[in-house]
């Protein structure tokens, strides 16, 4: 490999020998692709036309009434497929068309991954298989659907507990015996390098466009990002143009679960210690064997043992600092954005308002944080009518 | 403590492959697992892999995963591992290199783990999860504990690459035989005698051959290609798993696979070349 692709002690590629070559060439394509004009004109016409970039960087007045100072919702939610997981997918799914592979595969958590991808595979013709825990292929049922209306193949993970973790060990199984036409389009930040750069980099558009629109709208830098974090995508997308920033306050939200003291959550950097799962050296929740441990979230998305390596980078640099936010907040976040924004926010995404919500009163009214509203709340209707029915 | 070197020359000598057989440690329960590797060592083992048992394990196909869950849930760890160890060295003193993933020598502590292991008896240690570019991480405390190091070299392994791992191993070369995972398969791979071919060319140390060998046929054919070593278990690992609640009839059957598979390895056409 030509890069180590660590960011401080975080990264690498902790891999078995036979995914060496296709990584290699995989960072050979992305560095030779990623600022090709060519590729970055066929990128940003699909962003546009197909994706629906750039977002709107909405003023949530009322909810900014309610917390006492001013809030922006950077809307990914609005893009096709409902979340931002399309910029990444357009991206690598360009890329691999690019490297002559003709089969797509990805893990999904929430699924909204493995629309985008299977959205992706529909686009530019490729055959798609999506691998996904089967508890999330029960508690996502609409995505997983959607997914097949694509045209993708949607293949249910047994082992573990069914969710994330198991997908990505099962989708990287089947990459090692396939590794000649198949690429894996990884969803997330994390994982072996070089993926934790090419995510970053195919979700930075984030951040580029909410710096430039904060200008516009406010002439200055908002003083907060905040965003959710599971493996981190959206997440680095919304920080990068903001890292050089000092006075902009980054915030990452992990899911909390019951609380964190119970030991059913996932956040991995607020509760985790150093190890090495799916490529990378990252914080992981793991045993006092070092066994990766089971995870509890009630957002599938997040539902993640690991982050990516640049998370745990900026934690211990203490450029970015990060939080929990546990199921009940995230229930009442929900209803909150729901009624008073008419928004319905991914929980994934409601994660991060949920850290928002509970600064209420302790921010000046001047102050504006920004949250990455990084996925649209359709798909967890479901999940919140069982915990929170209506009346 | 007999090494790598003291049984593949004895086995040149003789003409012979060396016949390896793979057992997660603590599959299905602690007991039953020594209980299984001392009949396999009975039943004409060379050289012993075992493997300890992580919660994910990305180079294992399912039959290993399953065993990996079954031994994790039995209470199986990296101490216990290290008894166990123990207990098989006291049966008969036979090469043993573990097959682990790399968060548990992390978490074990690199240096204490090396050292562990190399007191329980241990000659190698192979992580399926890191390769040679990051074995600056490892080496020193491989090296500070005596133990032998081995990695792996797959058929997409690029010439310059196989020189890199062949200057870095001193125990054997774990030669994958197919793209993928761990698992039985019905054939073994054309590529298998070019591959051992080409490490011959490269190295002293004894090649062996994993991944996909089910059958005396396989172990024989690996053989006949001049492989020093053939490795199962996949083939193994389900005789256990067929047979869970029959611990008696998982050794037997175990036992009398071995045995064949040996008979096939010693009728080989023709050895493995002088180590």
Known sequence: MKHRGRYGDYGGYYVPEVLIPVLEELEEAFDRFRDDPAFVAELAELSTHY????????????????????????REDLLHGGAHKVNNTLGQGLLAKHMGKSKLIAETGAGQHGLATAMIGALLGMETKIFMGVTDVERQSVNVHKMKLCGAEVIPVEGGTGTLKDAINDALRYWTSHVTDTFYLFGTAAGPHPYPTIVRHFQSCISREARQQFLDQTGRLPDMVVACVGGGSNAIGAFAHFIDDPDVELIGVEAGGQGVATGKHAASIVAGTPGV???ARSYLLQDAEGQVMD???ISAGLDYPGV????????DIGRARYVAADDAEVLETFGLLARIEGILPALESTHALAYVAGLKGTLGPETIVMVNLSGRGDKDVGIVEQHRPLE | MKSYRDVFSELSRQKRAALIPFFVVGDPDFDTSLALVQAAIDAGADVLELGIPFSDPIADGPTIQKADIRAVRSGMNVRRAMEFIRQVKQHRDIPIGLLMYYNLVCHYGKAEFFRDARDAGVNSVLIADMTIDDADEVLGSVRDAGLDSVFMVTPNTSPE??????AQTTGFIYTVSVLGVTGSRDALSDSVEDLVRRLKSLTNVPVCVGFGISKPEHARAVADAGADGAIIGSRIVGMIEANLHNPGKAIAEVSAFLTQVKAALSTSRQGPAAV
């Open chain 2, 161 to 166: 690459r196989m020189k890199q791992i062949a």
């Open chain 1, 295 to 297: 995870t509890e979230s």
């Open chain 1, 51 to 74: 994706a629906g970039r750039p977002t709107p960087l909405y003023h949530a007045k009322r909810f900014s009434e309610h917390v006492g100072f001013k809030v922006y919702l950077k």
């Open chain 1, 308 to 315: 990516g390596p640049e998370h745990c980078h900026l934690s």
């Open chain 1, 277 to 279: 799962l799916h490529g």
